[in-house]
């Protein structure tokens, strides 16, 4: 029999606020020492009361307006409770059951064309502590307790480990785009619950799911997805059945692992949290927030088609991040007397090779490699100034000083020698310097000409223009 996979995606990201979700501790823990950023609200103490951080809640909004969702204009915080270290008040606030976005949707772009992926729900919760393991002791750290989150909620709408991995980097692009999150996977700035069922191809019923939870990477989320269905179809196809649960990741094995069985909704005793106010939120407060939120990534990427006439996937390329985005149009725009094409080449080419070979970020970078260099470039290029080898260079040095592409040739004097009476006189001195080259070329040997065009270049310091050199030659050599 043949089976398809059913998979829905739980992402969880930080939201980029400057201090915490209830209280005014710092929200930027990275590199804080373990329990610097903590207060009585953040350690659960009993009686500190919290006070809702609101610049969570707008970019909340904006998230769920940039997911396509509808805003509820009343909603509330839930204590989710159960026990851990981690969790010093005992239980979570969570929007759980009254989530600020519902019913939304994103776009996947798969090799076989645009899907449309439903978005159940994106809310607000707080995160945890973080607890660290060191030989056989527990070290607990709060810096994190009481950080925004939020987490957005799927439909089982996609199908292959493929689809969950464009989703999940769909999101990522998404949320850093519009400010809401910093995308550094590796520090966990998102994390990703997927969940699994599979059933025969052409079933409209759902069969059990499996969650894995706490992926951290595109690659891991992919990998045990491809792992858990092949799983799954082979105890169905040994005629065993998939019991509803949580499993695990091992990262370095390659498998799941059977963590514990599901908890219900009902196990964690949900109800409002008595210390904060409902939210009232009105239609200007929600129109605010739309307006607040800059031209997304896929539309920008449709413009970027339509408006500079740039192929499916350089438009793609351009918008994979806004500041990259932000650098094309700014170069477009200062090099108005060239193709939109040219300058998105030498972003493409030049400039995505020297940000990854450094390891920099544009946004690091573009204050020293303006926009308007690529004007310059383009502008050497076209009056034949340099050639297309040493254009490449003197990109590479502006990459790294920051100084501007015609400061650079002329201070290395690389400006390509086209003036042809110039190159004449250099192809004279070539010729009266190598007279037994000359004879031989005279007598029929071709290869005597390259090695003339070659001292001719040396004289000139590489500045020759190549085929006024081979010119001039033959001009001297056939009279
Ligand atoms: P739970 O109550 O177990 O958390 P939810 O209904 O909230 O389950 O769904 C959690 C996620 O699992 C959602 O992304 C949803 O799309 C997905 N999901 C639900 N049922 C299935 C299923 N049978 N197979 C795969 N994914 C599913
Ligand atoms: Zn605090
Ligand atoms: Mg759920």
Same mark, same amino acid.
């Given at each position: 029999?043949?089976? #398809?996979?059913?998979?829905? !995606? #739980?992402?969880?990201?930080?939201?980029?606020?400057?201090?915490?979700?209830?209280?005014?501790?710092?929200?930027?823990?990275?590199?804080?020492?373990?329990?610097?950023?903590?207060?009585?609200?953040?350690?659960?103490?009993?009686?500190?009361?919290?006070?809702?951080?609101?610049?969570?809640?707008?970019? &909340?909004?904006?998230?769920?307006?940039?997911?396509?969702?509808?805003?509820?204009?009343?909603?509330?915080? @839930? +204590?989710?409770?159960?026990?851990?270290?981690?969790?010093?008040? *005992?239980?979570? +606030?969570?929007?759980?059951?009254?989530?600020?976005?519902?019913?939304?949707?994103?776009?996947?772009?798969?090799?076989?064309?645009?899907? +449309?992926?439903?978005?159940?729900?994106?809310? &607000?919760?707080?995160?945890?502590?973080? /607890?660290?393991?060191?030989?056989?002791?527990?070290?607990?750290?709060?810096?994190? *307790?009481?950080?925004?989150?939020?987490?957005?909620?799927? #439909?089982?709408?996609?199908?292959?480990?493929?689809?969950?991995? !464009?989703?999940?980097?769909?999101?990522?692009?998404?949320?850093?785009?519009?400010?809401?999150?910093?995308?550094?996977?590796?520090?966990?700035?998102?994390?990703?619950?997927?969940?699994?069922?599979?059933?025969?191809?052409?079933?409209?019923?759902?069969?059990?799911?499996?969650?894995?939870?706490?992926?951290?990477?595109?690659?891991?989320?992919?990998?045990?997805?491809?792992?858990?269905?092949?799983?799954?179809? #082979?105890? /169905? *196809?040994?005629?065993?059945?998939?019991?509803?649960?949580?499993?695990?990741?091992?990262?370095?094995?390659?498998?799941?692992?059977?963590?514990?069985?599901?908890?219900?909704?009902? @196990?964690? +005793?949900?109800?409002?949290?008595?210390?904060?106010?409902p939210l009232a939120l009105s239609d200007a407060w929600i129109a605010e927030r739309d307006a607040a939120l800059p031209e997304l990534p896929d539309a920008r990427r449709r413009r970027f088609e339509q408006q500079y006439g740039l192929p499916a996937q350089d438009a793609a390329l351009l918008t994979s991040e806004r500041v990259v985005a932000d650098y094309f149009e700014a170069a477009v725009a200062a090099a108005a007397q060239h193709a939109p094409k040219q300058v998105a080449n030498w972003i493409i080419g030049e400039l995505f090779r020297l940000l990854n070979d450094s390891g920099e970020a544009l946004s690091a970078v573009a204050t020293r490699l303006r926009p308007e260099y690529i004007r310059e470039l383009l502008d050497l290029l076209r009056e034949g100034a340099i050639t297309g080898t040493t254009a490449k260079q003197v990109f590479e040095e502006s990459f790294r000083s920051g100084q501007s592409p015609a400061a650079i040739v002329d201070a290395r004097g690389l400006r390509q020698i086209s003036d042809s009476d110039a190159v004449r006189a250099l192809a004279q001195q070539a010729v009266e310097a190598n007279p037994k080259v000359v004879n031989d070329y005279r007598s029929g040997k071709s290869a005597a000409l390259k090695f003339l065009v070659g001292q001719v270049m040396r004289l000139s310091k590489g500045q020759a223009n190549p085929q006024l050199a081979e010119q001039a030659l033959r001009d001297i050599l056939d009279r």
């Open positions: 029999m043949e089976y #398809e996979a059913v998979i829905g !995606l #739980e992402v969880h990201a930080q939201i980029l606020t400057e201090s915490k979700m209830f209280c005014g501790c710092s929200a930027d823990y990275a590199n804080a020492a373990p329990n610097t950023h903590t207060c009585p609200v953040c350690l659960g103490l009993p009686g500190a009361l919290p006070v809702l951080n609101q610049r969570a809640v707008e970019l &909340m909004a904006m998230t769920g307006r940039a997911l396509n969702c509808r805003i509820n204009h009343d909603t509330y915080f @839930d +204590r989710k409770n159960y026990f851990y270290v981690d969790l010093p008040s *005992s239980y979570q +606030r969570s929007q759980y059951q009254h989530p600020l976005c519902v019913a939304g949707w994103v776009e996947i772009e798969t090799a076989q064309g645009a899907r +449309r992926i439903g978005i159940t729900r994106a809310h &607000m919760e707080e995160d945890t502590g973080k /607890l660290t393991h060191v030989d056989g002791a527990s070290l607990v750290d709060y810096n994190r *307790s009481g950080v925004p989150l939020l987490e957005i909620v799927s #439909e089982p709408d996609l199908r292959t480990p493929e689809e969950a991995r !464009l989703y999940c980097a769909k999101m990522r692009q998404l949320l850093v785009w519009i400010g809401v999150n910093s995308g550094n996977l590796e520090e966990g700035a998102m994390r990703f619950d997927v969940n699994v069922s599979v059933r025969p191809k052409g079933s409209s019923k759902l069969g059990a799911k499996v969650e894995i939870k706490n992926l951290n990477s595109l690659r891991s989320v992919e990998r045990a997805l491809q792992y858990e269905i092949k799983r799954q179809i #082979e105890v /169905l *196809s040994a005629g065993g059945t998939i019991v509803q649960e949580t499993r695990g990741w091992d990262e370095d094995r390659g498998v799941t692992l059977s963590q514990r069985s599901k908890e219900y909704a009902h @196990d964690y +005793r949900y109800f409002p949290d008595p210390d904060l106010p």
